[in-house]
């Protein structure tokens, strides 16, 4: 069995994240999604895989088709790993601030 994906790696690649993009505010089936970008749904449909291993997208299969949905609540990955890196570095700007500053 292999180890699921991270968000880290669905949002490595610039088409993933316009399809996360075009998926935040809109259920679109997968040929819909497709018809969004200049590849083949094949493409697309890798794509796609490495998005639901991650947990950001659900695709619901009705039918022939496959209902896509973006699910946001787990890019709070993204945004705490962010806040957390932007503290350290403020922190770390300060310092460097205050040693620039008591040396005048």
């Known amino acids: 069995m292999t180890a699921r994906r991270d968000v880290f790696q669905a949002i490595a690649d610039p088409t993933r994240r316009a399809i996360i993009g075009l998926l935040a505010g809109q259920t ?3 040929s819909a999604v497709s018809e969004n970008f200049k590849m083949s749904q094949p493409a697309i449909s ?5 998005l639901v291993e991650c947990g950001l997208v659900v695709m619901i299969k009705q039918g022939r088709e496959r209902h896509c949905t973006a699910q946001l609540k787990v890019l709070a990955e993204v945004t705490l790993w962010a ?7 403020k922190d ?11 040396d005048k």
């Not at 890798?46 to 490495?50: E, L």
């Not at 806040?83 to 570095?89: I, K």
């Not at 770390?92 to 008591?102: C, G, P, V």
Request: glycine residues 0%.
């Open 92 to 102: 770390r700007l300060d310092t460097l601030e205050n040693l620039i500053n008591d």
């Open 46 to 50: 890798k794509h796609m895989h490495i």
């Open 83 to 89: 806040e957390r890196c932007q503290a350290f570095w």
């Open 28 to 30: 679109l089936t997968l």
